[in-house]
């Protein structure tokens, strides 16, 4: 696993999902974020190899942030010991959900509610998406 960059410099309190985008292989990211049991938890992601048209409008389903459809892209994570199984969701290409949900642009608006309401959306959205990747068949 390659880390994001700017790792020793993240203000952890900041980030309830850190994600990003491996410099040395642009289709693969990675989502890490706290569990209830207060470690860390992670999946390997797979981006498509082709981007959306962004003529369409579309949202990113673990911050809900919306936006052209360029912006969000049908991520997929190999579920364990499962031989071509896998489970996707539609997340923000640059896998910055947290910062998006604080930047609020024209571009990306974000979702109703008040900051801390989508903070904790946004990491129970993730939560839920890595248990299904790592959910009994």
Do not use: I
């Not at 997340?91 to 990306?108: G, I, K, M, Q, Y």
């Amino acid at each position: 696993m390659t880390p994001p960059p700017d790792l020793a410099d993240l203000d952890w309190d900041q980030w309830e999902v850190l994600g990003w985008r491996d410099p040395r292989a642009p289709q693969r990211g990675y989502l890490v974020a706290w569990g209830e049991d207060d470690r860390p938890h992670g999946v390997l992601l797979r981006a498509p190899e082709s981007r959306m048209s962004g003529r369409r409008a579309a949202m990113c389903l673990l911050c809900g942030c919306v936006g052209q459809a360029d912006l969000f892209a049908l991520f997929v994570a190999p579920r364990p010991k499962r031989y071509g199984d896998s489970v996707g969701t539609y997340v923000c290409t640059d896998l910055r959900c947290s910062a998006n949900l604080r930047a609020e642009s024209r571009e990306r608006p974000g979702p109703p509610g008040t900051l801390e309401e989508r903070q904790r959306e946004l990491l129970r959205r993730t939560r839920e998406f890595f248990a299904q990747v790592h959910a009994p068949s």
